[in-house]
C-alpha cells in the first residue's frame, strides 16, 4: 500500500543537499541579462523618454512597445493589461522599457541612463477612492466584475427577524514573499520559436501568453518549469509577464535572456492578495437561527483585471461560511485603483470573506448573549443542507467531526470563560473559526479545461507520470507517485515524475484552487487504470488467459499456470515487443453537476473541504504585542495521501494565516511601496511559531483519488479570524480591520 503512508518527499533530498536546481543557477552560452525601468508615478502620461548621450547605447538592446511584433498584451481574462505602457501608466512600477545587456551590471547602468518626463494625473490609491469622485479617473467604469448572489426573500425574512446585526470589515493586502524570486530564461530559436525556462505554477499560462505576443503556434513555443521555491499563487499569472519580456529581449538581442528579479522589484511589482471592504448584515430569532443574510464585498483589483474576477468569485460564493440561512443576498464587486494588479494568493478570496464572516458570528454571539459555539452548532451546514447558492450537499460533509474535534481537544468552552479573568498585565484569551472551501474551480470551470494526464512505460520498465501539474514545494510529485503505485500495485521505485515541459507533457490545467490532489490526481488515477489495464490485456495474450485472470500486486504479476512475473521485467517486454506504451485519461464532472453561470445559482464545487482553528494568545497590556501560545485545527480533507505532507501544508498555511491576521501588513505612500524587504514587512519566523496540533478528519469524496479532497488553501482561510477572536477573548477589544497591530488593539480598546 502506498496511499496513506508518510513516504519521503520526492525531491526533498535534492532541496536540502544543494542539488536542486533553480533558475538562477542555470547558464547558457552567450546568455545576456534583462532588466525593466519602469514607471515612478501612480498614474499620468509619458511626456518623453531620454536617453543620456554619455552611455554607449551599442553595447546594450532596448525594447519598448515598438518591439512587439503582434499584441501588447499579458493574456489572460481580459485584454486589458499591456505588457509594455505605450503612452500611459497606471501604476507604480509599470514596465515600459526593457534593456538587455552581456552582464548584470551593465544592464543596470542603462537602466539608470534613461530619464523619463511624466504629465500626473489624479488617482485612486484605495477602494473608497475607487468608489468616490475619483472613479472617474476609470471613465464611466471602474467595475472589474460584479456578482450577485441570491436566495429566498432576504426583505420579507428582515421583517419577521428579532435581531438584526450590522458589521464592517476590512481587510489590507498580503505579499506572499515566496523564497524564490521571479526569474526566466528566454531562448530564441533560429526559426522563431521560443522556449521558455524557469519559476512558475502554470506552464500553459505562459505558453498562451508567449503565443498571443508573438503570434506564434503551439509547436513554436515550449516552456518547462524548473526547481520552483514557492508560489502561493503569486507565480500563477505573473510569470507570463516576466517571460513575455524576457522573450522579446532574446528575440532583438538574439541571445538567451535570463531575467531574476531582485527581492524589491519582486516585491513592488508582483501581485499581492486584494485587499476587502465587507459589510454585512445579518436578521435572527432571538436564540440565533440565521434568517436572512445581506452581505456587499468590495474587492481592490488594482490597475488591470488579472485574476480579478475568479478571486471576487470564490470570495462571494465563500460570503456566509458553512452555514445554513434561508434568505440570503451577496453582492460583490471588484474595482479598479492605481496601485499594482492583484491576483491569485492562497485561499483565493476567502481569506478575506472568512475573516468578515466569522468576525460577524463572534459579533452577533455577543449580540445575543450566547456562545459562538452553540451559534455556530445551530447554523451550520451538514449533508442534504442547502448553500447559499443553492447546492444541495450530498457527501462528504465533514462539520461537526471538525468543530467537535477542535472543541474538545482545546477545552475551548471552559477556557473562554477562564480567560475572561486576567491575573496581571498578561491578558490570555482563546478564539475559534470554522469555515470551508470548495475544491477545484468554480462551477462549470473544470468541465472547460477537462484536465489531460497520462503515464507511460518507459525503456526501464518504469511508469512515468506525464502532467501540467507543477510541484512548487506542496507535494504534488510525491503524492501522484503514491497514487499510481497504489493503482497499479507496484513500488514507487517503479514510478518516476516526467519533466514539466509542454512540448511533452498534457494540459492539466494550472496548479491552483486546491485542484491538483483532487481534479488532476483523480485523472492520474484513472490513466494509470488504463495502464494496468493495457499491461493485463498484453500478458493474457502472452499466456493465452483471459484478462480477468491477470493480477498485479506488490510488483508482480499473476496469472493462472504461470510463476509470477516480474512487473518490471515484464514491462520492459511489452515496451521492446510493442514500443512505446502510453495512456491518458480527462477529467469529467461527478454526476447531477449543474451551474447557472448567469444567476450564479447551482453546484459552485463537486465538494467542499472543512475546518476549524482554535488560537490561543497572550497579550501585554503595556504594549499590547501578542503571543501566540498554542493553535489546534482540524481539517476535513477526504482522505491524506500522505499524512505527513498533509500536516506540513496544513501547518504552512496557518502559519500563513497567522501572519496575514497579526503582522502583514503593506505599507504604501502615493501608490509606492515602502517596505518590499524581509526587514520591513513582518512576517512570522520559526521563532514565532507556536505550539501546533494538526488533525486530520477522513471524510471520503467519493469522486476523488481514494476519497481525497482539497487541501492547499483551506488552512489559509480560518487562522486570522481565530487569532482576532482570541485577541478579543484576552482584552474585549473587539478588532475590524487586520493586521492586529498593537495600535489597533489600543484603538479598539479607546473607542471601547
Known sequence: MAVGKSITRTEGRDKVTGKAKYIDDYTCPDMWYG?????????????????????????????????????????????????????????????????????????ERAIKNIEITYEAFPAALSIEESLSVKAKIFGDDNIFKHYTITRGSVADAFQSAEIVVEGSYFVGHQEQLYIETNGVIATTKKDGSIIIQGSMQCPYYIHRAIKEIFGLSDEQVVVIQTVTGGGFGGKEDFPSVVAGHAALLSRKCGHPVKIVYERGEDFAASTKRHPALIKHRTGLTRDGQLLATEVDITFDGG????????????????????????????????????????GAFRGFGVPQACFAGEMHMEKIAKTLGISSV?????????????????????????????????????????RVEEYKNPSDNKCRGIGLSFFYHGGGFTGSGEEKIKGKAAVELDTHGQVKILTASTEIGQGTKTIFRQIVAEELGI???????????????????????????????????????????????????????????????????????????????????CVKEHGEIKTMAQYSSPPGIKWDEINYTGDAYPVF????????????????????????????IGKAINPAMAEGQIEGGMVQALGYGLCE????????????????????????????????????YPYGPYGAKGLGELPMDGGAPALVAAIANATGAFITEIPATPERILAALEAK
Request: net charge negative.
Open 609 to 636: 473541504s472543512y475546518g476549524a482553528d482554535v488560537v490561543e494568545v497572550e497579550v501585554d497590556m503595556d504594549t499590547y504585542e501578542v503571543k501566540i501560545t498554542k493553535v489546534i485545527t482540524a481539517s476535513d
Open 35 to 107: 532588466k525593466t525601468l519602469r514607471s515612478e508615478i501612480a498614474h499620468g502620461r509619458i511626456i518623453s523618454i531620454n536617453f543620456s548621450d554619455s552611455f554607449d547605447w551599442s553595447q546594450v538592446v532596448v525594447v519598448d512597445y515598438k518591439d512587439i511584433p503582434v499584441k501588447n498584451l499579458v493574456a489572460l481574462i481580459f485584454d486589458d493589461q499591456p505588457l509594455l505602457a505605450e503612452s500611459v501608466v497606471k501604476h507604480v512600477g509599470e514596465p515600459i522599457i526593457l534593456i538587455a545587456a552581456p552582464s548584470k551590471e551593465l544592464a
Open 303 to 342: 490597475a488591470y483585471c488579472t485574476l480579478s474576477p475568479v478571486v471576487l468569485s470564490r470570495g462571494v460564493i465563500h460570503a456566509i461560511g458553512p452555514y445554513k440561512c434561508p434568505n440570503v443576498k451577496i453582492n460583490g464587486s471588484v474595482v479598479a485603483t492605481n496601485t499594482p494588479p492583484n
Open 491 to 573: 513500488s514507487l521505485d517503479s514510478v518516476i515524475f516526467g519533466d514539466t515541459d509542454t512540448s511533452k507533457v498534457p494540459d492539466s490545467g494550472p496548479t491552483v484552487a486546491s485542484r491538483t490532489c483532487m481534479v488532476v490526481g483523480k485523472v492520474i488515477q484513472m490513466a494509470a487504470a488504463n495502464l494496468k489495464n493495457e499491461i493485463k490485456k498484453l500478458v493474457a495474450q502472452k499466456v493465452n488467459c483471459d484478462i480477468s485472470q491477470v493480477e498485479i500486486a506488490n510488483g508482480q504479476i499473476s496469472c493462472p499456470d504461470v510463476e509470477k512475473l516480474s512487473f518490471t521485467q515484464t514491462a520492459i517486454e
Open 374 to 414: 452553540e451559534l455556530r452548532r445551530k447554523n451550520m451546514l451538514r449533508e442534504g443542507d442547502i448553500t447559499s447558492t443553492g447546492q444541495k450537499l450530498l457527501y462528504s460533509v465533514g462539520t461537526q467531526e471538525v468543530l467537535d474535534t477542535v472543541i474538545e481537544r482545546s477545552d475551548y468552552l471552559s
Open 665 to 700: 501588513e503593506v505599507v504604501w505612500r502615493d501608490g509606492k511601496i515602502l517596505n518590499n524587504r524581509f526587514t520591513n514587512y513582518i512576517i512570522p519566523t520559526a521563532l514565532d511559531i507556536p505550539e501546533m496540533e494538526t488533525i486530520l478528519v477522513e471524510k471520503p
